[in-house]
Nanobody, 124 residues
Framework: EVRLEESGGGSVQAGGSLTLSCTVS????????VGWFRQTPGKEREGLAS??????SKMYADSVKGRFALSTDANAVYLQMLRLKPDDTAMYSC???????????????????WGRGTQVTVSP
């Protein structure tokens, strides 16, 4: 059974930082890409970044380049978020699929398995 679990969300003031963790278990396909997404009520899920689990290849959406950074170990992908803004308030989720090394790695529709999400709230 594939399982993903996010942690690290919470409330922070604007300008602060948070690091989210996504722990993956049970995924056996090659090239496991872990993607980070966020969603607010009434809006589509936004792809933020993706990384090869345990590897080096990574990709960022333009909206978070320079503020968000990915890292990984054998079982998890971490999303460090810096200089947070109130607009970053959302439910953040991670997902896993087989890396395609193209734009689909930032598309929610391409992902097969999802975690439940962790809430991030940034106050002014």
């Amino acid at each position: 059974e594939v399982r993903l679990e996010e942690s690290g969300g919470g409330s922070v003031q604007a300008g602060g930082s948070l690091t989210l963790s996504c722990t993956v278990s049970g995924y056996t396909d090659s090239r496991p890409c872990v993607g980070w997404f966020r969603q607010t009520p009434g809006k589509e899920r936004e792809g933020l970044a993706s990384m090869l689990l345990g590897g080096m290849s990574k990709m960022y959406a333009d909206s978070v380049k320079g503020r968000f950074a990915l890292s990984t170990d054998a079982n998890a992908v971490y999303l460090q978020m810096l200089r947070l803004k109130p607009d970053d308030t959302a439910m953040y989720s991670c997902a896993v699929h087989q890396c395609q090394w193209d734009a689909s790695d930032l598309s929610a529709y391409a992902y097969d398995f999802w975690g439940r999400g962790t809430q991030v709230t940034v106050s002014p």
